[in-house]
């Protein structure tokens, strides 16, 4: 079957609904797909060989939709930020990282269980993560780890299943402390020689800029302008348009939103510090994909898209025998699970799509060369306009690949080729004239079905109204 067969099934979308759940005959081979996935899963995978590995606790920080243009680390310019800009200086920096998704379950669920998209099943708003697909919570538990997670809620929700092998749980309201609060009292509380611990939070706080909080408004410029306020999120998906002065403000709230994560970030590290955990604690910083604010090449906010804006993202390591220094190698959110069990000296329950970045982080090999991939089901931009999958899609709408220094995207606007180290911004599209194209649509082509049945989650009232405020419905 042709890669193009996936277009046309978007327009078949956009003429009518698709089947609510894939055809008998698909779901046969879907359950062929999984049985052999599990066996995959099941076979196990050792750590490499690290020294002194015993006791190292994590701390997984997720920035929701936090640009990598938005940090000084990855961008000169983007401004100073004392607790960030410092952390950068203590750790490897990541320059080429990306996501796996350009919204925030799918690409949670990579991070979560170090598989891409087709293989976790996270696909879309009415999923949830399949019982039964490991977990980065559930292998570092049953290595005797104290696993916590703090959350802002929306697809981290408990709903969405990402809390599976988590001991606690939690979700946070989006005031005050928030789940910075949260883990600056568990490490204040918790024994400096106690069982080692992962630490995963999650914050919704830079995603909501466009909200224009009370407490973000009154650092605005005295020029800004705050007219269309209540509108911007239709900016935002295309729905109505803005003034250059609004994109201007909205520019500034999200500047603002990531000047006060720099000051709840350096409270933590500071109570990490204090704690007596940082010698043996590895702290990573990283975000789940970016936000467009460029309407000018119609690059705006975020799902739906695989560009650069959106794929990229900052990610930064900082801990025991590692080296502050910068790796330029292509890496995934799919190695991140990998990298923490391997580096945890924990055998990984699972044959991953991810490998451990743990030898490069101490100074050994990188991983030689692969492709590396982003899905999207449930998303798509016809005219310039967000739309949302009536159902539950068993095939991506686009997909890209990364590889090589060529970056492919397939999808509703058909064949996209931009080769990002001549043309990092991806403004020229070089599929007519590409030797590779065929190439890549062939990776492309295998990621193109789900290879497990996706469960669909139960619906209510709480969840559907935070989705809808966080501009997902
Ligand atoms: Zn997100």
Redesign the pocket.
Known sequence: MHFTEVLSDVDALIGGPAPVAPRPAVLGRLAGLAALSLAVLFAGCAPSEHRGTEGRSFVLVSV??LNRSALEAFERGAGERPALDRFAGESVRLLDAHSTAS??LP?HASLLTGLYPDRHGTTDPRHRLAAGVPTLAAALSGAGYETVGWTEGGYLSERFGLGAGFELYEKNERASRGVFGKAIDFLRRRPARSRPFFLFLHTFQV?DYYKARPRVVERLPADAELGNVGRFQDCLQGRSACEPADWRTMRDLYRIEVDLLDAAFGQLLAALAESGHEDRTFVILIS??GEGLDPERGRTH?AGRLHEDQIRIPALIRGPGVEARDLRMPVSLVDLMPTILDLAGVASPAELDGVSLAPALEGGDSPGPRPLFALEHAFWWPDGQRKKSHSPRHRAISIAVIENGLWYVGGPRGDQVYDVRSDPRQSRNLAAESERLRALRRLARQRRLLKVEPSIRSQDRETESELRSLGYL
């Open positions: 929701d939709t919204w925030t690409a995603h789940d994909h975020h």
